[in-house]
């Protein structure tokens, strides 16, 4: 079984246009790194023309789908009755996208069959961290 889960979604940038235009993104999961989902947006859905890839708490999209959540870089909120809402922030500045809730339900099934939710400490082997953290000081 693959450690790894990516999973395309289309996302709607909320711009000052009446239209919101589709970008691509990848939410990505991955056994190693448990706790943590990444969204990634392809050089040419930003602005800098650089692929950008945000990482934060899985917990937060689980979370997001029923109620507004986060205070910092990352804050997620339904929308409606099929919309998603991520908001990120940096000093650049904010960036507002939708993506389909359901698509971000499937994503997020896939990872608790993978990593049930509750049990993400039991993929971290903090003991090898720590000596993988020491051996490289010396």
Sequence with gaps: ?????????????VAAAPRMPSIPATL?????????????FPAPATLEGVEVCWTFARDLLV?????????????????????TVLEFRAPEGTAVVHVRSGEVRDFLGRTTEL?????EHLQVDLDGDLA????RTR
Excluded: K, Q
Aim: proline share 7%; hydrophobic share 40%; net charge negative.
């Design 115 to 119: 990593v049930p939710v509750g049990l």
């Design 132 to 135: 993988e953290l020491l051996r």
């Design 28 to 40: 990505r999961y991955d056994r190693a790194d448990p706790f943590a989902v990444r969204m990634t």
């Design 1 to 13: 079984m693959s450690t790894v889960i990516e999973h395309p979604v289309e996302a709607r940038l």
């Design 63 to 83: 979370d997001g789908l029923d109620d507004a959540v986060g205070s910092g870089d990352v804050r997620v909120r339904p929308y409606g009755y099929d919309r």
